[in-house]
């Protein structure tokens, strides 16, 4: 019938337009050399402790990659594990000062996530969207005691992934969770424009994967989506080779809460967030109106004159966190 091959041709050039834009967009947009300038203020990092950090054990994951973490041992039986995510583009040692502290009440893990550290097999990639999910529960459940409360923490991405984790299958593992200036979402309320400078998105290419991935097309998921802004002091460092300046389509799509960010929030279980007056990265007065309308449950604290990066190490963190332990092991 005329009519049916009409409809099935308008149905083929519509979809030859739809993946031509798609794929345009896509190729459009490449990485590109970044200045390191006007980006985070990485002067106020305390960094390592003076001690040398605690050395990285290797725990196994269900796809039999090995991937490692720090562990700070409280040496109590009765204390909760406490996980301690990185931020994008850097590794676990940024909490080596405060887990030293923290591990007073709480077995500390601080895992390198996949892709991140010194030595990954592919740097700012994983295999599939949701996987650093699947590694921090196998963390969990190669360190968990029987009965041993978990409290989830991260800071900036990782706090985002700490709420993406709170809300997808994995939640169950979880009994408090922590959030150091968390991301939200690109869009959120509390997000300053390409986060204050730090993250620079290739806005066409993500749009483009988008689209493909609407059709289960996941073959181009690999494609860097996203550079970090790095000051040179950084990169040409004494670490500078353990940066990850770039992060795939489905790292940076796993790293981050869903596109309906206040579902996975209303997910949390009880938590704590901090943040800093300063932070140049997020609007750190707007976290508690914007979540408050998803979820009761979370106590929030602002810590005067502190920056994005130096929430971590700031002394009221590490006192906030104590006195959170504290209570939910009770």
Partial sequence: MKWIRKILNAVAISLVIYFAIAFGLVYSQSPTQLTGEGGLDFSAVAGVDTREPASLE????????????RHYPSGRKDAPMLVLVHGS????????????????RADVIVPDLRGHGANPARRGDVDYIGQL???????????????????????????????RFSGGKNRYLIDGAVLLAPFLKYNAP????????????????????????????????????????FPNSVLFGPLGATATI?????????????????????????????????DEAFFAERYEPVMSE??????????????????????ATAKAMLDFIDAIAD
């Fill in 58 to 69: 290797p725990y196994a994951t269900r796809n039999g990659r090995v991937l490692t973490a």
């Fill in 89 to 104: 583009g850097w590794h676990g040692l940024q909490f080596d000062a405060l887990a030293r502290k923290l591990s007073a």
């Fill in 133 to 163: 999910e699947d590694d921090l529960a196998d963390l969990i459940k190669e360190y968990r005691r029987k009965g041993q409360y978990i409290i989830l923490a991260g800071h900036s991405s990782g706090g985002g992934l700490v709420v």
């Fill in 190 to 229: 509390t997000t300053r424009e390409n986060s204050g400078g730090w993250a620079q998105p290739m806005v066409r290419r993500i749009i483009g994967l988008s689209m493909l991935n609407n059709f289960n097309i996941t073959g181009w998921n690999d494609l860097p989506v996203i550079q970090f802004n």
């Fill in 246 to 278: 770039y992060y795939s389509y489905r790292m940076n799509t796993s790293f981050a809460p869903r596109p309906d960010y206040l579902k996975d929030v209303a997910a949390l279980p009880k938590f704590l967030l901090i943040a800093g007056t300063e």
């Fill in 294 to 315: 998803a979820t009761d449950k979370g106590q929030y604290r602002l810590v005067t004159g502190v920056s994005h990066l130096g929430i971590v190490d700031a002394p």
